[in-house]
């Protein structure tokens, strides 16, 4: 049986008018819809086809990255787990990238809903004031890691509509 990603949930516009944490959480949730969007529908094969030479870059590659990022700053920063990346290490820096020909979508997808949901659960338990001691840029708010993985998705996601157009030819915001 072959592997195609299911379809995408619906995807909600962030709030016109609201608050600043209301706005900025449904700003996220939005680009992680449009993320969704992007990889719906695709077979595996599709998922694991590179962008151009020399980037090793693919939409399942962009799964496992964001997967990483997700837990990375809301776990283990924003929470203060002891978490390490699944995709990538210090000695494979690249691995969320260039690991993928064998990587299982399926179970790569289900990684990133589910860091999704534990960042919401973290998210849910912080103000935006709170902060955490990060090892490379030191004390950050749970306000700029808000705004920067909404920066994250929207970037990647400009990524991901240039390799679905390669792929199928689909584009769409």
Do not use: C
């Amino acid at each position: 049986m072959t592997f195609t990603v299911p379809a995408a949930p619906e995807r909600e516009e962030a709030p016109y008018v609201g608050d600043e944490r209301a706005t900025l959480e449904g700003f996220l949730d939005y680009h992680r819809a449009t993320f969704a969007r992007k990889v719906e529908g695709l077979t595996a094969e599709q998922l694991r086809l590179r962008s151009v030479e020399p980037s090793s870059m693919s939409l399942l590659g962009m799964v496992r990255h964001l997967a990483d990022v997700e837990r990375g700053w809301w776990q283990g920063g924003v929470a203060g787990e002891d978490v390490a990346p699944r995709y990538w290490s210090e000695a494979d820096p690249d691995g969320d990238f260039d690991d993928v020909d064998d990587a299982d979508p399926a179970v790569d997808l289900a990684e990133l809903a589910t860091q999704q949901d534990l960042a919401r659960a973290v998210l849910a338990a912080h103000s935006l004031d709170d902060t955490f001691e990060h090892s490379r840029q030191g004390t950050t708010s749970v306000r700029w890691v808000l705004v920067h993985l909404v920066e994250e998705y929207a970037r990647h996601n400009g990524h991901a509509d240039l390799l679905r157009e390669r792929i199928d030819g689909a584009t769409g915001e």
